[in-house]
Structures are given as C-alpha cells and as structure tokens.
C-alpha cells in the first residue's frame, strides 16, 4: 500500500529543477556577509569581527559558494581587521586601540 504519490511526476521535477539549492544559497550569503563584516572590522570591533569574517568566509568556501571573489576578500579583510587589531596594540602597549 502506497500513500503518497511516486516523486517521478513531471510536475515536480520542472518545480524542484528551478529552485536553487539551499546550501548554495546560504554560502553566497555568507560570503557577502564575510565581506560586509571584514570591511566594517577595519574601524570598530575588530577584535571580534575580523575572526567572524574570516570563519564565515571559510565556511562559504568549503560549502562551494558562486561569489568565491567575496569570499576571498572577506577572508583576507578579516585577515586585516587581526593585523590592524595587533598594529595598534603595539603602538599604545595595551589590549585595544583608540585614536
């Protein structure tokens, strides 16, 4: 006994064929997320968004994203965001920076 109908019918597969993978859809969206939050991490909370950027840009890498350039970007602003972090540190000797 069957209760649901087969999933071979050709109404179903031309509906499922145009929608867009969650997964891939969820990596471009943090790809343009990584970048976002690296950009903003150059001026304030660096020492927090620059590792969130550069996580998210890593997971939207290995999940296969279509904006690998944003990603890159966001991988290396978040990369920046630390080095600024520790750039500062160096010049005022304490654990944040202030102009």
Do not use: E, H, Y
């Given at each position: 006994?069957?209760l649901?109908?087969?999933?071979t ?6 509906a499922?064929a ?7 859809r ?9 970048f976002?939050?690296?950009l903003?991490?150059?001026?304030v ?6 590792p ?10 290995w999940?296969g994203?279509a ?12 990369i920046a ?15 944040s920076?202030?102009?």
């Amino acid at each position: 006994m069957q209760l649901t109908a087969p999933a071979t019918s050709s109404t179903t597969t031309t509906a499922n064929a145009a929608v867009k993978p969650t997964g891939r859809r969820d990596a471009d969206g943090m790809a343009v997320a990584s970048f976002i939050l690296g950009l903003v991490g150059l001026l304030v909370l660096n020492v927090f968004l620059g590792p969130i950027a550069i996580a998210l840009a890593g997971v939207a890498l290995w999940r296969g994203t279509a904006r690998r350039g944003r990603a890159f970007l966001g991988l290396g602003l978040g990369i920046a965001d630390l080095l600024v972090l520790v750039a500062f540190m160096q010049l005022d000797n304490t654990v944040s920076w202030s102009f």
